[in-house]
């Protein structure tokens, strides 16, 4: 072999994603960089079973392994370590708020460093990677302005974040990202929370939001939010106290059977949300009764 020249890779990794020619110019340190978008089709995605908190897994292919469309979602500025759904880099105009992220950038760098040491954020994405960029998104909005919706993307963002870490503790055990993600999942249901009540006392108009998610291959709407708001307080709400809980634990139940009508014949909502529902307003009703409040 001629020095210097490489031999042909035969089993070359097969392309995941690619660099879009368009660069995404950050609002808040005006710089570009570059943006990295999944490939689909050819046997990439192929869907799984949907979990009861609405999370659709993927099954690893022989050709292309495990893959996680979620990392792609989010864009990740190297420069001043902002982090936004793609769509808000050209909806984040706030003059305010600008400023306060970009004064946080340090502090935004420190906290995901904790977490997931040495991340990068110009290489190809790595469930790694992707992670630390959801937890700098969810920190950049939380300097964000109100009319960004900013409580309601934390919330879909922080469950995403629960589920990448529990995948990541998957792949990679011994790291303690189990742990983490049982945190996150806990943190998911307090921005559910708050996106109810600032939606209910008009602080944020958390309803107007064009896709709630929390997944990508879906987008269940407000019947989600309060069904999801229902199930993490049923499987991550505090335990302590335990009227508290009880009390929760009824107004979900009550809000889901209000929702989704169960307890009467009811067909305007069909499909997997339904069926979960129905499964949770049914194990509410095993663990509450009126009488325990």
């Known amino acids: 072999m001629i020095a210097g020249v490489k031999k042909a890779d035969a089993k070359k990794k097969p392309a995941i994603s690619y660099w879009s020619k368009e660069k995404c110019i950050c609002p808040v340190c005006k710089k570009s960089f570059d943006r990295e978008v999944m490939l689909s089709g050819n046997g990439r995605m192929i869907a799984g ?163 709630f998610g929390p997944d990508m291959d879906k987008n269940y709407g407000w019947d989600g939010v309060i069904y999801l708001r229902g199930l993490l307080e049923y499987k991550y709400g505090q335990k302590d106290d335990l009227q508290l809980r009880l009390k929760s634990l009824s107004e979900s139940k009550t809000a889901i059977a209000r929702i989704f009508g169960l307890g009467k014949s009811s067909k305007d909502k069909p499909g997997p949300l339904l069926e979960k529902a129905r499964d949770l307003y049914d194990m509410l009703s095993k663990e509450v009764s009126d009488d325990d409040i």
């Open 49 to 211: 079973n949907l979990s009861d908190d609405l999370h659709r897994t993927f099954e690893p292919s022989a050709r292309f392994g495990r893959i996680y469309p979620l990392i792609y979602e989010i864009g990740a500025c190297p420069n001043c370590y902002t982090a936004l759904l793609w769509n808000d880099f050209k909806e984040l105009k706030n003059r305010d708020a600008e400023e306060r992220i970009f004064s946080h950038k340090e502090d935004r760098k420190n906290k995901v460093n904790t977490i997931f040491p040495h991340f990068v954020l110009n290489r190809e994405r790595t469930i790694f990677d992707g992670a630390a960029m959801y937890y700098l998104a969810i920190l950049t909005y939380s300097d964000a302005n109100p009319e960004l919706l900013p409580t309601m993307k934390s919330a879909f963002l922080t469950l995403r974040l629960a589920w990448l870490t529990r995948e990541l503790n998957a792949a990679c055990p011994g790291h303690n990202y189990d742990y983490v993600s049982q945190v996150f999942y806990r943190k998911a249901l307090f921005f559910y929370n708050q996106s109810i009540i600032n939606e209910t006392e008009r602080v944020e108009k958390c309803s107007t939001l064009s896709n």
